[in-house]
């Protein structure tokens, strides 16, 4: 398996959390970003979007991070941890929800609060402290809808840690090193599963590989 | 016992989820929410989606909302009926359609979801449709549309030469988006306006099509 991706990248590091979650081998293979490799004809085939991740295994190749990781817990179901949630459709339903979810309601306001907070300032660019102050209302919203999940589910999907939980991994890690920890810090059960997920071993992977 | 599906005929979202009820000829009730009188954004239907956005799904003791996921559990509740829209006998090309499934919400919803809000949702609250933010989302969408016209010259769908569910995500957005002065830009792509001519045309979403009227008089 090789995946071919940025260790900065919030998505590349959704696709490599799951490998280490599956204790999977495989080879990491950088893409020089700063230098827009990403869109270089040699990357685009992998990609045509010109966006890390890009994933391959044999004659399979795939993008999009949280399909790649749907594939790998799939193919790799019997290996390391269970991150899906297998039983009846019912079940496998509210699972697909919270994903659902991750992608459409917490992505959104946490991903611009990210760029806002971490990017701007490390590639020596302003934050916008109006468009903070806007999207830290609307994320506050939405962790108001995970603190009353987390207050009956110890995790989003079920009582065990699924993808569901670790795509939110990587924005949650940039926000926890940001003024906007604040808003997991007011939310017990939200702050409860922050400390929760981010302590885990294969994400302390992820995380030695930005030391590199 | 039938689905109940909680939402509006002319909403997008809910649209979605009725095209692929439609696909599996799964037995489902339509129960109205009333968008203009707020009924989204109160109990009793926030305790159905804390997000306070239609559509929402009751299967017994069931409860789902995301229209996405809900299609999801449609196709795989009612796989051996209909349209095979997942491809369940194959993990590759079940990878395939959950790559152009997440495009779809990643890639494509994000550049025509404002354009279809400027046009049909904003004259609603009395404002005219803001051209500055038409004009820089028709220009990603246009390069969405570039790396699709690329795709479907090479396959007849999106996820490989089936129809799957990540072709029909793509309906009930691209069907409102038709009705703009913005349809050259699906026209102009003669693979695209192709696949998008088959897809609208198939039965189950021109069910769901006639009653798409959202900014017609009266609605």
């Known amino acids: ?212 | 016992m039938a689905l109940k599906l909680y939402g509006a005929a002319m909403s997008p979202c809910t649209s979605r989820v009725m095209t692929c009820l439609h696909e599996k000829e799964a037995d489902f009730e339509l129960i109205p929410i009333d968008l203009f009188a707020g009924e989204h954004k109160q109990l009793p239907f926030l305790a159905k989606n804390p997000f306070g956005q239609i559509p929402a799904l009751e299967d017994g003791d069931l409860s789902l909302f995301e229209s996405r996921a809900i299609s999801a559990y449609v196709a795989e509740k009612y796989k051996e009926a209909g349209h095979d829209l997942i491809r369940c006998q194959s993990l590759k090309e079940a990878a395939e359609v959950k790559v152009w499934m997440e495009v779809e919400s990643q890639q494509y919803h994000p550049a025509i979801s404002p354009i279809i809000f400027q046009f049909f949702a904003a004259p609603l609250q009395g404002k005219v449709p803001d051209q500055a933010i038409i004009d820089e989302n028709l220009e990603k969408l246009g390069k969405v549309l570039d790396v699709y016209e690329e795709k479907l010259s090479r396959t007849k769908y999106l996820a490989g030469d089936f129809y799957s569910l990540a072709d029909l995500f793509h309906l009930s957005f691209t069907y409102y988006f038709m009705k703009t002065p913005c349809a050259n830009l699906i026209n102009e792509r003669p693979h695209v306006k192709a696949w998008w001519e088959d897809i609208s045309s198939r039965p189950a979403f021109q069910k769901v099509a006639s009653a798409m009227t959202f900014g017609e008089k009266g609605n």
């Open chain 1, 1 to 212: 398996m090789k995946v071919h991706g940025y260790p900065l990248s919030t998505a590349t590091q959704r696709v490599l959390a799951c490998l280490y979650e599956k204790d999977v081998e495989f080879q990491f293979v950088n893409v020089d970003m700063v230098a827009g490799e990403h869109k270089s004809p040699n990357f685009l085939p992998l990609n045509p979007f010109g966006q890390v991740p890009a994933f391959e295994e044999g004659d399979l190749k795939l993008f999009e991070s949280r399909a790649t990781t749907h594939y790998i817990a799939h193919e790799y179901a019997d290996k390391g941890t269970q991150l899906l949630l297998p039983g009846s459709n019912k079940t496998m339903a509210v699972f697909q929800l919270w994903k659902e979810v991750e992608a459409h309601q917490f992505d959104p306001p946490s991903t611009k609060l990210v760029f806002e907070l971490r990017y701007k300032p490390h590639f020596g660019m302003t934050t916008d402290t109006a468009v903070v102050e806007e999207y830290e209302a609307k994320f506050a919203k939405v962790l108001d809808v995970y603190e009353a999940r987390l207050a009956e589910s110890k995790y989003l999907a079920c009582d065990h840690f699924t993808l569901a939980d670790l795509h939110h991994l990587p924005t949650v890690q940039y926000l926890l090193g940001s003024s906007a920890k604040k808003l997991f810090d007011s939310r017990p059960h939200v702050s409860a599963w922050v400390a929760d997920i981010t302590a885990r071993p294969a994400w302390s992977k992820v995380m030695g590989m930005l030391k590199q």
